[in-house]
């Protein structure tokens, strides 16, 4: 089972930062937490991921809380090209498979 | 660099005729893994390939799916006979670890089972 809770939709305004929300709850010390998105009719593609600090890169910013039951995905300047379904997953360390929840499907509203 | 490619992008196929998927990883990546999404369902994992190896296919639905990766290159995921069941979008992703390490994946084979 999907370790991770994220809400099924949101809509954010082009140009606006969307906020994608993560729970993960059961989280362990060795377990990193990873976005995808999957855009309509291609595969996931990676955007960013972190253990315990605030990742940014030329995509996106991850902030996790300190406790690290949740985090946030942060798109700074949305764009049409940003809709799609975001994928917050909980990896083990070590381990090579993951295991998607349902996703949080983002529209970008023009 | 070429990304992962998989072919065909679309198959569809009556029921108990078999299908052969074909994925090609970004190269140097020992690492290939299989997902697949049946309608309505989540992306579930099927089984992993280190080299030429199986790793783990814990995930693979029954014995009517066979991956092979010969050499250790590309490889091949059939579905013989296939079922209606087994219709849906089949993923294929390439990592060079296999541990730690983003996973690229290929834009998937669209299966559809009549």
């Known amino acids: 089972d999907a370790k991770t809770t994220q809400p099924p939709s949101m809509d954010c305004a082009e140009g606006r930062a969307a906020n994608l929300p993560c729970n993960h709850s059961t989280i362990s010390g060795n377990e990193y937490v990873y976005w995808y998105r999957q855009i309509h009719s291609q595969g996931p593609q990676y955007i960013i991921h972190g253990l315990k600090n605030n990742e940014t890169n030329e995509m996106a910013s991850l902030i996790i809380t300190e406790d690290r039951k949740s985090s946030t995905l942060i798109l700074p300047h949305a764009t049409l090209r940003d809709t799609a379904v975001y994928y917050c997953i909980v990896r083990v360390t070590g381990a090579y498979k993951y295991i998607f929840g349902t996703g949080t499907r983002l529209k970008v509203l023009a | 660099e070429a990304g992962v490619t998989q072919f065909p992008s679309h198959s569809v196929i009556e029921k108990g005729q078999t299908v052969t998927l074909r994925c090609d990883p970004i190269?140097?990546?020992?690492?290939l893994y299989w997902y697949r999404r049946v309608m309505g369902k989540e992306i579930k994992f099927l089984l992993h390939?280190?080299?030429?190896?199986?790793?783990?296919e814990s995930g693979m639905p029954n014995n009517r799916f066979l991956a092979e990766r010969t050499g250790g290159t590309y490889s091949t995921l059939k579905v013989q006979p296939a079922e209606l069941e087994d219709s849906g979008v089949y993923f294929c992703?390439?990592?060079?670890?296999?541990?730690?390490?983003?996973?690229?994946f290929g834009s998937g084979t669209q299966l559809s089972v009549l």
């Open positions: 190269s140097g990546h020992d690492n």
């Open positions: 992703a390439s990592s060079r670890a296999a541990t730690n390490e983003k996973l690229f």
């Open positions: 390939f280190v080299k030429e190896s199986k790793q783990d």
